[in-house]
Antibody, heavy 124, light 111 residues
Framework: EVQLLESGGGLVPRGGSLRLSCAAS????????MSWVRQAPGKGLEWVSG??????????YYADSVKGRFTISRDSSKETVYLQMNRLRAEDTAVYYC???????????????WGQGTPVTVSS | QSVLTQPPSVSGAPGQGVTISCTGS?????????VHWYQQLPGTAPKLLIY???NRPSGVPDRFSGSKSGTSASLAITGLQAEDEADYYC???????????FGTGTKVTVL
């Protein structure tokens, strides 16, 4: 059974930093591209960032709303993906979900397995 | 502002069918990118419902089906059940934004 367990969320002041972690199990980690998706309170889903599977050289992708502030990375030895979030803003307040990316080509990727999410609150 | 537009809500009686539309443009659905659908039950993480326009992951009932035409896609639910009450989101890739985009979301209510 595939499991994704996020951690690292919490309350942080505006302008601060936070690092989220997502530990994966039950899958061949190096074969999966990984991503982060967030959901602000009472709002819809927003893709945040993605990283290709290790065989593709760890190419990273970002939504414009976080580019230059967030950094995604992965550690295959720990089967964990990270999201380093800097210069946090009030509008970054959301539940952050880790999800696997699947699909035949990157432009057709979809999110097949999801974690339960970790909440991030940026105080203003 | 999402580039994929869905109706805010749809409803139907148990046993009936509903359809949720997802309207995009030439830089996303109209460009030929696959459309995927997710179900989010209250208080839970989203779950993949349909991938690659019309494919169901293992365990998803065949009451759920997807289709795509032009710059739009649709999710059809037949034989509505109480457990289908949830939010539903479409998703694809947008080449103008170079981003993976979600629809605005649709709340399905079973009357």
């Amino acid at each position: 059974e595939v499991q994704l367990l996020e951690s690292g969320g919490g309350l942080v002041p505006r302008g601060g930093s936070l690092r989220l972690s997502c530990a994966a199990s039950g899958l061949t980690f190096t074969s999966y591209a990984m991503s982060w998706v967030r959901q602000a309170p009472g709002k819809g889903l927003e893709w945040v960032s993605g990283i290709s599977h290790s065989n593709s050289g760890d190419t990273t992708y970002y939504a414009d709303s976080v580019k230059g502030r967030f950094t995604i990375s992965r550690d295959s030895s720990k089967e964990t993906v990270y999201l380093q979030m800097n210069r946090l803003r009030a509008e970054d307040t959301a539940v952050y979900y880790c999800a696997t990316f699947s699909g035949s080509r990157s432009s057709d990727w979809f999110f097949d397995y999801w974690g339960q999410g970790t909440p991030v609150t940026v105080s203003s | 502002q999402s580039v994929l537009t869905q109706p805010p809500s749809v409803s139907g009686a148990p046993g009936q069918g509903v359809t949720i539309s997802c309207t995009g443009s030439s830089s996303n659905i109209g460009a030929g990118y696959d459309v995927h659908w997710y179900q989010q039950l209250p208080g839970t993480a989203p779950k993949l419902l349909i991938y690659g326009n019309n494919n169901r992951p293992s365990g998803v009932p065949d009451r759920f089906s997807g289709s795509k035409s032009g710059t739009s896609a649709s999710l059809a639910i037949t034989g509505l059940q109480a457990e289908d009450e949830a939010d539903y989101y479409c998703q694809t890739y947008d080449s103008s934004l170079s981003e993976y985009v979600f629809g605005t979301g649709t709340k399905v209510t079973v009357l």
